[in-house]
């Protein structure tokens, strides 16, 4: 799932700054899972904006609303009605989110309230990891199912480096050094061998290096292309 | 909440203790309403169904308890003690009736359980009703069986009093088949008659010495002691039985002061029809009990008893479980006695159905009705309670009043309403094993201040004191609230996970197959996941929990509120509100400084209407949660550290003074601590700019 997290309420504030009445939008999936663009945050960002422009002496209007998934025209057209008296849109949905708004309704002013920061998932309750960079070149067949390209520092194809101490990272001692990883699980499943194959350079033009990435389901395309 | 049904959502399944009960009273609703301290509605909601509250409370054998959930972890709620708490304390004097208005009147013949239930329940129908009751009092064998020990008579005339205010008439002394009859009635204009004259007599034992001077039938004896205060008994004293009445007439025995009280009965100590409760209190108060005894015969010396002849039981009931009691030969010994009570059962008296042929009755004295529509074979009369069951509770026979009021109203109006109340629902399971071990135990809390034995003996008075107000709350806030917890909305709920992981009770889960989480029956309704869920995907089934919000809102409407400053509103923990006397503790500057909003569990506060109090106008929030040994729930307190944690982020996030939003964990809601706290951060305001 994509992982997002909250921004620090002075920068919203800032954004929001002489805005009267504001839509505070969730998205009810991946960010919702991720504690960051529920419901719940949608609450909770709507009363701390009320209560800010309260302290400050001003008063505004916050409507608080959520779609099953911001980066779908249908879902995004449920709320119509609700955004369109509004001055500004603070979603709290992905960056996708953001844009998927800012697209179909392109007079209102439509603000990030959260940052996109990585794909990944809940190691435990609480505490999300990155697990992917969506290089559109998985390798994980090799390296016993766990990531170098999002969980090594440098994105390492033949690891361990020397940075590597005692199972840690030398970047940090909270992240566990993922070539060492990789290593234990090539071991307990008697493929230690593997690790004696050179990985040869990747072709990196299938991640970030080729913006913007698109997909075709020749099967799946309509004549007529919704949006 | 007046006079509404409370509307659940999500789920069916029904709490074992209204399930078990025969008039589907809202035990665990009026318990819940106790536990939060909202005594009138509680009440209310008790009255809503049950006409005879303040006697019901003190006298029913309470299936509701033995079909309580907290009997696996300790012991069930005492929840008849907490009907009758309510029934002594408050009164309900705004119910409205309806406004429909029928001109049939209904003739109830008996003001006993039955009958009052019933006219009760016609009343509240749009009937008018007359009850004929052959005593000068009204309550039936609850006034003319029961001892004043344990129902004293000013509890069966509160609760009389309620029924009379209905509108319902009850003329005294008035005996049907001798001042009235079937015809009679018919020709002043009633439209139906319902019979619920109960058993007035004793069943009597076919043995050799029964008439011997010295036998008394118990119910007579009991009906003596009950309208004259006294009886003529011997120095020795036998009753013969082991139910509830053979009880009452022991103990009504020791009062009259006899130099020995005994009890002897077929069934063994733990096969006697009675409540341990009573047995307990008989054999305290000094009777004597022989267990697994039958009577062979009465002995006599000049015409008078001198002992009663037994023979060791074998088995009371057979192989098929029907009473059919079987001796050892052989076995006889004799216990002395002067005065032997019967109280072995009841019997009907069907005098009052001479020239009555057409009413069918049965070989053992109780009349025919149809169950559903308790019509007998007369047409327009009606028939319930014990005449009809043989052998009832105080409760099923109300519940017979009640059913029967309906059917009446049903054949009179030629419509089908129904009570869904008494629809087939699901019970909450049994607690799963596992959960047993993460619930707190909370020890039952016992009756207070039970009246001395040298005391209790040289009078009538009742022997039960009653509940005070604090330990009533104590012991409702044992409840589990079983059926009534959180659910989750399968159409919000995004599959997260995080209430899975969060319940200290290990509840929710997501079933194999499943995309969204189940609760099941074992929640115990502490809020946490409620609060947690990021697409607020779950809520409580019950409308008593509003989690404070509508609380808050309501402090707000308050005149005049936005001109106190500071203003300081108290988010406090229900479960150690009620551990002292003293409830109302807050002096007059912190009176009028100082909002309270108490929550039953603080873990079911969303940190939003924390900031929610910010906006209404509050300058400060002050949060008092329970020690951990204080509250009801677990993890409270990590929960309610970390909610303090985040909201003190949200609002150094705002710019505002962190002296403005206060936790402390104390002992209790209303000693000195919560006093100081709430002082101190008066004072400390005072200070800041607001």
Redesign the interface.
Known sequence: MIVASSK???EIKQMLSGFKKICVLGC??CV??C?TG????V??LA??L???A??EGGQIEVVEDSTLRQCEWEFVEDIKEIVKDCDAVLSIACGVGVQYMAERFPKIRVFPGVNTTFMGGPIE?GIFWERCAGCGNCILATTGGLCPVSRCAKSLLNGPCGGSQNGKCEVSQETPCVWNQIYDQLDTQQLLATMETIIPPKDWTTGMENHPRKMILEHLVMKKQIS | MQNDKLKFKGGNEEAPCILACPIRQDARDYVQLIARGRFSEAFRLVRERNPLPSACGRICIHPCETKCRRNSTEAPIAIAWLKRFLGDNFSEETRERTTEKYPERIAIIGAGPAGLAAANDLALLGYSCTIFESNSTPGGMLRMGVPTYRLPRTAIDKDVEFIKKLGVEIKYNTTLGVDITFDSLKREGFSAIFIGVGLLESRTLNIEGVNLDGVLKGVSFLHEVNTKGNAKIGKNVLVIGGGAVAMDCARTALRLKPQKVSVACLESRKEMPTTDFEIEEAIHEGVALYNSVGPKRILGKDGKVSGLETLKVKYVFDEQKRFNPAFYEGSESVIEADTIILAIGQASNLSFLKGQEGIQVTRGGTIIVNPSTFRTTVHGVYAGGDIVLGRGTMTESMAQGKKAAIAIHNALRNTTLKDEEWSDKPAVPDLATSRIALIKKEQKQEMPAMMPLDKRLNSFDEVELGFPLDIAVREAQRCMNCGAGAFVDDNLCVGCLTCVRICPFEVPKIKKGDTTAYIDGDCQSCGLCIVECPAKAISFKTPLEDRGKDTLEAVFQEKFIQGIKPLIVNFYCQYSAYNEDKIDTLNNLLFFHVRRIGVLGLGKVDPSLYLKAFELGAHGVLVTACKDDTCHFCKEREWVERRTKFTTQLLSGLGMDTRRFKTHFISSQTGKEILGLAFKMVEELKDLPL
């Open positions: 620090p309420f002075q009810g999936s919702t899972i504690h529920g419901e719940k945050q609450t909770e009363a701390q009320r209560l800010s309260k302290l309750q």
